[in-house]
């Protein structure tokens, strides 16, 4: 059987997803580096949600635990970061977001 692009995608997702180890909280700890600098930008967090929007959008996308909410990188500030690769430990319970 011949999947479509957007499905075979859509399977790449849900099997990254499957590999993350959440905390109990449903949270993981994603440090955003910039792609060609190695420059630490931030440490944030991501939830299920959160990593699906990043994958699907291109453009990170974290769980905000103050507002209680996802929140995309940028939306207030203007300091969108567009996603180059995700990565993830090999533990499975961190990832490193290198953006542009």
Avoid at 29 to 52: F, K, Y
Avoid at 90 to 95: F, I, N, Y
């Amino acid at each position: 059987m011949i999947k479509r692009k957007d499905e075979a995608v859509k399977d790449q997702i849900e099997r990254a997803l499957a590999e993350i180890r959440f905390g109990a909280d449903g949270l993981v700890p994603a440090i955003a580096q910039q792609h060609d600098t190695g420059e630490i930008l931030m440490l944030a967090w991501m939830n299920r949600a959160a990593v699906r929007t990043t994958l699907t959008e291109g453009r990170a996308c974290y769980w905000s635990r103050s507002r209680g909410r996802l929140w995309r990188k940028g939306e207030t500030s203007g300091q969108i970061q567009q996603l180059r690769e995700l990565r993830l430990d090999c533990d499975g319970d961190a990832l490193l977001l290198l953006v542009d």
